[in-house]
């Protein structure tokens, strides 16, 4: 068989070394054609083309207007910077100066205008008032340059998400920005172009959108100029912190009694507190709501470090505590009056800070304070409006107390014991006598109770009555005193002259116009409280006018001699001696046996004299014991009449529990009076009218003239 035919079977060796079979190639995707691709649409194609040009010109504007910007904030920034002032020079901002007012004592009770206690600096106040600033106002206080994007953010986050606009409410603003405000952006008070400092402080701190610009720009040049630690001085020194103070210092005196550097974490978490609403938050307005403040202070100082648990617990712990001058806040009437009666340009409106010291007894003045609000309380009904006034001096007119009203701790508001005239009712009894006493009646002169008529020309018939209506024949002066009888008081007003009862009122020192009509002996015409304890107090003097005064010596700041001195004090003689001392004596009976019996005190002499005007709408009770004189007023300013008070009533128990107190420890002392023992008197003698002719007094002097004689 032939095998040419047949495949040979392949050998075992090759079977062993049998190269593997080759894969067929994988066959590649055939490649497109360029132009076989699907066209986009051309609106995409398009539109791609608008954002990428409109992108290029963004970033070509945008540069371009970003470098613009920051050259034109640089030359700003630059500008700025040339034009700020030293350090030192920036410290005090105050466009008016201070009144610090002194007690008798030498002790601080009032401060009038913009208070500055001296400069501090951030070295040296209390490294807790540091801390407290900085936590609370700005937090990142050290790390921003003048300007705190994150805070601003935030402020307008908070903003919007409260309802409000973005710059309305938190604004977000750095320390440096707001001392950046506080210097008014560089722009100093101008008298001229203002109509007052107010009008300048409010233009000051507008805000838009326009002055946040200049207020970044200068906040920049500070940051420039000073270092964190001169800005933080700055604002440290010109912060409003309340109740009239400027700056740590004047405030930590106002409220504490201490310098800035003594204060505790306290404290100063009060002063701090207190930056966002002085007038609101301030100790002396709402201590409560202060330290209230306080806590939330304290609470930011731990967050941030520097505070630790313990010593924030041992802060609370230990809250902080009025001065004994900022508790009291006393003699906040006296303070006003005392103002109003010096040199303008030393205090209203004084440019300097000016120390005054003032006849003001803080006792005194505390007791008087404390007399009013115990009557009240416990005597007045709580919604009754009405209001009353007291005046506590000495014999030689150094006012020692002045309470203006029944809110004792105002400043600046309406002083019913220097600025209300009223009607003086009986209250002017004490000078018709003084007049007859002078003329050589005594009090055992007689005169007759009976009903009485005159012919006022202009006016008709006029016929006074008693309070009482009722009569009681023959009296002596001292019972018609006693009793405040109106017809005797008349009588011998009539019997003595008009005008010489007018011309011994005016003496005394009640400047105001008289009444010219009979009227005049009932206290007819108007006079204040300060007036009439005024006349009062030369009766207890012995017969010498008086000018009431509040102010001893003016000084400024740092300097030992006084600029203006006392402008008070005791003038002429207007009764003999022995006068006053038997007008005290019947003054001395109306309170012993008379309408003024209330007024009784237990182991004290003292005498004086009530007064009820018609209608009841003013009541009076001037009175003195041998060292102080008081007068006390009470009515409304409406001229509404009292119920159910006369001046033997409320205001005499007030002037009771007045003199209570500011006689508490005080030696008793007798009065200055004429005691009936020594000088025995026979039968009273009818009323006549004496020879004046050899007194010796001024008014002595005067009817000696209208008489005729040398």
Not at 207 to 212: D, F, I, N, Q
Not at 219 to 246: P, Q
Not at 574 to 579: F, H, K, L, T
Request: glycine share 10%; proline share 5%.
């Amino acid at each position: 068989m032939s095998n040419s035919g047949r495949r040979k079977p392949p050998l075992v060796a090759d079977r062993r070394y049998r190269k593997p079979a080759r894969k067929p190639a994988r066959k590649s995707a055939p490649k497109k054609r360029r132009g076989s691709r699907k066209p986009r649409n051309p609106l995409i194609r398009f539109m791609k083309a608008v954002v990428a040009w409109a992108l290029r010109l963004i970033w070509a504007i945008g540069w371009r207007f970003t470098a613009v910007v920051s050259l034109i904030l640089a030359l700003a920034t630059g500008y700025t910077y040339a034009k700020l002032p030293d350090i030192s020079e920036v410290l005090d901002g105050r466009a008016r100066g201070s009144v610090t007012l002194l007690d008798v004592k030498g002790d601080v009770f009032a401060w009038r205008g913009d208070q500055f206690g001296g400069v501090v600096t951030a070295g040296t106040v209390s490294p807790y008032l540091r801390d407290a600033v900085v936590a609370t106002e700005d937090r990142r206080f050290y790390l921003h340059p003048g300007i705190d994007p994150i805070g601003i953010a935030s402020a307008v986050r908070i903003n919007l998400g409260e309802g409000r606009g973005p710059l309305t409410g938190h604004g977000g603003s750095t320390i440096t920005q707001q001392t950046a405000k506080l210097m008014c952006l560089g722009v100093a008070y101008d008298e001229a172009q203002w109509d007052s400092e107010a009008d300048y402080v409010a233009d000051c701190r507008r805000t838009t959108l326009w002055r946040k610009a200049k207020e970044a720009v200068y906040a920049l040049a500070m940051e420039v100029k000073y270092t964190k630690n001169e800005i933080l001085s700055i604002y440290l020194n010109r912060a409003y912190m309340g109740a009239g103070a400027y700056g740590a210092e004047a405030a930590a005196q106002r409220y504490f009694g201490k310098n800035a550097a003594e204060l505790n974490a306290q404290e100063s978490a009060v002063l701090a507190g207190l930056l966002t609403a002085p007038s609101r938050l301030a100790p002396t307005t709402d201590l409560e709501r202060s330290r209230d403040r306080a806590e939330t202070v304290l609470r930011l100082m731990t967050e941030q470090g520097y505070l630790t648990e313990a010593e924030a617990r041992a802060a609370r712990s230990d809250p902080a505590t009025l001065s004994e001058a900022a508790e009291a806040q006393a003699g906040g009437y006296f303070a006003d009056w005392v103002m109003a009666s010096g040199p303008e340009f030393f205090t209203r409106d004084t440019t300097e800070d000016v120390i005054i010291r003032t006849t003001l007894d803080q006792r005194i003045q505390s007791a008087a304070e404390d007399a009013l609000k115990t009557v009240f309380a416990e005597k007045v009904d709580e919604d009754s409006g009405a209001q009353a006034a007291i005046v506590i001096m000495s014999a030689d007119g150094a006012v020692r107390g002045m309470v203006g009203g029944r809110d004792t701790t105002v400043a600046g508001g309406f002083n019913r014991a220097t600025q209300a005239r009223r009607q003086t009712g009986s209250a002017f009894k004490p000078f018709v006598y003084a007049t007859a006493l002078e003329l050589g009646y005594d009090h055992a002169s007689t005169v007759v109770d009976e009903p009485y008529c005159q012919d006022i020309p202009g006016s008709g018939r006029w016929c006074p009555e008693n309070y009482g209506k009722r009569h009681y024949g023959r009296v002596t002066l001292t019972e018609a005193l006693r009793k405040s009888l109106n017809i005797p008081a008349v009588k011998v007003s009539e019997s003595v002259g008009r005008d010489l009862v007018r011309r011994v009122a005016n003496e005394f020192g009640i400047e105001s116009d008289l009444a010219d009509g009979p009227a005049l002996a009932l206290g007819a015409s108007e006079s204040t409280l300060l007036e009439m304890t005024g006349a009062y107090a030369g009766i207890l003097n012995g017969g010498s006018s008086v000018t009431p005064y509040g102010l001893v010596e003016l000084r400024l700041l740092g300097e030992e001699t006084p600029l203006v001195g006392t402008s008070g004090g005791i003038g002429e003689r207007v009764i003999r001696e022995d006068a006053a001392r038997e007008l005290i004596y019947m003054m001395h009976r109306v309170v012993t046996d008379g309408t003024g019996t209330r007024a009784t005190l237990p182991e004290w002499e003292a005498a004086g004299k009530t007064g009820t005007t018609q209608a009841a709408r003013d009541a009076w009770f001037l009175g003195f014991t041998a060292d102080y004189v008081a007068g006390v007023w009470m009515g409304y300013d409406d001229n509404t009449p009292l119920t159910a008070v006369t001046g033997g009533g409320l205001p005499a128990e007030i002037w009771r529990e007045t003199m209570l107190r500011v006689n508490e420890g005080l030696p008793v002392r007798p009065l200055p009076m004429l005691r009936p023992a020594e000088r025995p008197t026979a039968d009273p003698e009818p009323l006549r009218r004496p020879d004046p002719r050899e007194r010796a007094t001024p008014v002595g002097d005067l009817i000696r003239r209208l008489l005729g004689g040398d």
